[in-house]
């Protein structure tokens, strides 16, 4: 249960940041100085050359490597590695003013000025070319240097391009996934609605505000197509450095829930994950509720590879300058926030940025050095007690956890449901769903694999599919192989409603999981924000809930058919009526919420299955409120990580268990004291 380290030349914890020397080129004693502050901070490697194309190719066709080559030497001498990056996410204005094809057009077909950033079309040839032919030699040059540790794929890939080459593209893509057939597509898009029937390929068009928007076939598919080209475009920048270095890795960094690209597409291409976290600490609500979605997101990116440990690529070592409100991290959070990554599988803890600019949009983001340009800030003696916290975790590196518990979250089944115009416009709330439903199991130290509908099921004892509203092609008949091999499997209301196409199924919801489920249903009332019914518990139901909860926004109008009823509805035209099933099914048994509830009632209800299923906590105790205990292992030790998200102290009760402190290097047993926004990483010997 142990990965090998991103690079083996250098087997520890990464911390460092982007690092952007190309601002700098006239200022050498800046970059001299850099380097000073960097080992004072106890940072190894740096991200390299990001946004730096047109310092490297300030004309067409003529380099310059120079400075890039003093920097890497710089880093070298000093025992710092670069995660050197390719430039494609900015090109260099001269290439947009020569070749106007490569930049992006807009959903109304109206094409971008030259300027920002990710402003360039995936498809062009011309951009894939000079990428491609940038990257070659930068991997030429750099092959053999001993700074190169990993390669660093662009920068955020995200947007959209509907030029005329995008459209094209677009129709290729079709006709490939239809098999040259348009009776079969328009079969799939439904496009008999509205008279919308395609007679010819050249008369599709990519979504537009000008024009459709409301075939839901054509919108999916077209998000679909976004992925898929984005995809291979990150194919063509990775060919030359793949020939060139083989054994160097590559990555892109993700960002987190963004909802433009699939990444579970992306993930088999990539070699180690990498994301960018912003969380808004200390905001409106309690910073333990922010740290759970976090985490649903870390576990994401270490699911995306099953299990392989990933990287925190950018995270702000103080405050950001584009939220609404960019408030400061209070004491104890920098070092809380960077060891929570490490927690849930990251091996690195990495900046956005390593020193402020003077000028541009960003010049007031956090960054480790500030435009003071020393160390005597609070924030730079916050990152260097995180570089020095790293350096006694060389035991974690490639460690991982393989969970009891997954739950789904699906990009496409998202995308399907922001798109369909009902049963709300507002609210329908997927993400903040699936989040939802993992809080119960982080708040009692649960290790969770968040994953998609085309993942393996088998090794979990607990499967959960909130708002399963698309299921594609095979998915329900896996799910009840799960549960008649003796898994239990959770639903909810807004589940299995179309397929992969955004047809609805025929015969009655939850469509291919009613056999599964035992019910269907028959309606769903979509109530006011102000509206409110209760559920009310069965008396003497198997599953021994006491109380009565809220039900808001959402009550699915179910009829049990196999399914046996553990609660049903309090008030309204459907009181009486199921709120929560069970249907026992082969070895196991499949739950049915048909309410969306409060988090009382997700609380209760997970707590009754962890205990009923036995499922494994990462310490055996109960965790105060804010306090989360995260699991590492390497099959023969356990490292546990104790993390106080409360602005309070907290005690953790370790009962009689005895643990190594990993950083103080006593061992510690019975209560122990957790300050506020503080944290303990213990180790057991298993």
């Given at each position: 249960m142990k990965y090998p380290p991103i690079n083996c030349k250098y087997p520890h914890m990464l911390h460092g940041g982007d690092y952007n020397p190309d601002q700098w080129i006239k200022n050498p004693e800046i970059l001299d100085e850099d380097i000073r502050l960097m080992k004072l901070a106890h940072c190894n490697v740096m991200s390299v050359g990001i946004f730096a194309w047109d310092a490297l190719e300030p004309e067409e066709g003529k380099f310059q490597f120079e400075w890039l080559d003093n920097i890497l030497d710089k880093l070298a001498d000093n025992n710092i590695y670069a995660i050197l990056a390719t430039p494609s996410g900015a090109r260099p204005l001269w290439l947009a003013q020569k070749y106007p094809e490569v930049l992006r057009v807009r959903a109304n077909r109206v094409r971008n000025l030259p300027g920002e950033r990710h402003n360039h079309c995936f498809t062009s040839p011309i951009y894939r070319e000079k990428t491609r032919l940038i990257n070659k030699m930068l991997a030429d040059r750099y092959k053999d240097h001993p700074a190169l540790l990993a390669w660093h794929i662009s920068n955020e890939y995200s947007g959209e391009c509907h030029c005329p080459l995008c459209q094209d593209a677009f129709r290729t893509w079709l006709k490939q996934k239809y098999g040259n057939d348009l009776d079969k597509l328009n079969y799939a898009w439904w496009t008999a609605f509205w008279g919308h029937t395609y007679t010819d390929w050249s008369?599709?068009?990519?979504?537009?505000?000008?024009?459709?928007?409301?075939?839901?076939?054509?919108?999916?598919?077209?998000?679909?197509?976004?992925?898929?080209?984005?995809?291979?475009?990150?194919?063509?920048?990775?060919?030359?450095?793949?020939?060139?270095?083989?054994?160097?890795?590559?990555?892109?960094?993700?960002?987190?829930?963004?909802?433009?690209?699939?990444?579970?597409?992306?993930?088999?291409?990539?070699?180690?994950?990498?994301?960018?976290?912003?969380?808004?600490?200390?905001?409106?609500?309690?910073?333990?509720?922010?740290?759970?979605?976090?985490s649903f997101v870390h576990d994401i990116n270490r699911s995306l590879k099953g299990g392989k440990p990933f990287m925190l690529m950018e995270s702000t070592p103080s405050m950001t300058n584009w939220q609404p409100v960019s408030k400061l991290k209070r004491p104890g959070m920098h070092l809380l926030s960077s060891i929570h990554a490490i927690a849930h599988g990251s091996d690195t803890v990495q900046y956005f940025q390593w020193r402020k600019g003077r000028g541009g949009s960003e010049k007031f983001h956090g960054a480790v050095v500030d435009h003071c340009g020393h160390e005597n800030t609070r924030v730079f003696n916050d990152v260097t007690e995180v570089g020095k916290t790293l350096e006694k975790?060389?035991?974690?590196?490639?460690?991982?956890?393989?969970?009891?518990?997954?739950?789904?979250?699906?990009?496409?089944?998202?995308?399907?449901?922001?798109d369909a115009l009902g049963p709300r416009r507002e609210k329908k709330d997927y993400l903040l769903t699936c989040q939802s439903h993992y809080r119960?199991?982080?708040?009692?130290?649960?290790?969770?694999?968040?994953?998609?509908?085309?993942?393996?099921?088998?090794?979990?004892?607990?499967?959960?599919?909130?708002?399963?509203?698309?299921?594609?092609?095979?998915?329900?008949?896996?799910?009840?192989?799960?549960?008649?091999?003796?898994?239990?499997?959770?639903?909810?209301?807004?589940?299995?409603?179309?397929?992969?196409?955004?047809?609805?199924?025929?015969?009655?919801?939850?469509?291919?999981?009613?056999?599964?489920?035992?019910?269907?249903?028959?309606?769903?009332?979509?109530?006011?924000?102000?509206?409110?019914?209760?559920?009310?518990?069965?008396?003497?139901?198997?599953?021994?809930?006491?109380?009565?909860?809220?039900?808001?926004?959402?009550?699915?109008?179910?009829?049990?058919?196999?399914?046996?009823?553990?609660?049903?509805?309090?008030?309204?035209?459907?009181?009486?009526?199921?709120?929560?099933?069970?249907?026992?099914?082969?070895?196991?048994?499949?739950?049915?919420?048909?309410?969306?509830?409060?988090?009382?009632?997700?609380?209760?209800?997970?707590?009754?299955?962890?205990?009923?299923?036995?499922?494994?906590k990462s310490l055996d105790t109960k965790l105060p409120l804010g306090v989360t205990a995260q699991l590492r292992t390497d099959g023969e030790n356990k490292f546990i990580f104790l993390l106080n998200f409360a602005p309070q102290k907290n005690i953790v009760d370790l009962k009689q268990v005895e643990f190594l402190d990993i950083l103080s290097g006593e061992k510690v047993s019975r209560k122990i004291e957790l300050p506020g926004y503080g944290l303990r990483i213990l180790k057991k010997v298993l």
């Open positions: 008369q599709i068009q990519s979504p537009a505000p000008n024009g459709d928007t409301k075939i839901h076939g054509l919108n999916l598919d077209w998000m679909r197509f976004v992925t898929h080209q984005t995809l291979e475009f990150y194919k063509n920048e990775i060919a030359p450095l793949k020939e060139i270095t083989p054994n160097i890795p590559v990555t892109t960094n993700f960002m987190g829930t963004f909802e433009g690209l699939n990444y579970w597409e992306m993930a088999p291409y990539i070699d180690v994950i990498s994301w960018d976290n912003y969380p808004q600490w200390h905001g409106n609500r309690p910073d333990w509720e922010l740290a759970s979605d976090v975790l060389d035991d974690i590196v490639g460690t991982t956890v393989k969970p009891e518990v997954a739950i789904i979250y699906d990009w496409e089944n998202r995308w399907a449901i922001d119960p199991f982080w708040n009692r130290g649960i290790s969770v694999d968040v994953i998609d509908m085309d993942a393996d099921f088998s090794n979990y004892k607990l499967l959960i599919a909130p708002m399963l509203y698309m299921v594609r092609p095979g998915v329900a008949e896996r799910i009840e192989k799960f549960v008649k091999d003796g898994g239990t499997f959770i639903t909810t209301y807004w589940s299995g409603i179309v397929d992969e196409n955004d047809l609805c199924f025929l015969g009655g919801f939850p469509g291919p999981l009613k056999k599964v489920t035992g019910i269907w249903s028959e309606e769903i009332d979509a109530l006011y924000d102000d509206d409110v019914n209760f559920i009310v518990p069965e008396k003497n139901s198997t599953l021994e809930l006491n109380d009565e909860y809220e039900a808001k926004e959402l009550c699915d109008l179910i009829h049990t058919e196999t399914a046996h009823v553990l609660a049903r509805y309090k008030s309204d035209f459907y009181a009486g009526r199921p709120a929560l099933t069970v249907n026992e099914y082969g070895k196991g048994k499949a739950y049915y919420i048909a309410f969306r509830n409060n988090n009382d009632f997700l609380d209760d209800f997970y707590e009754i299955l962890v205990d009923k299923l036995s499922i494994k």
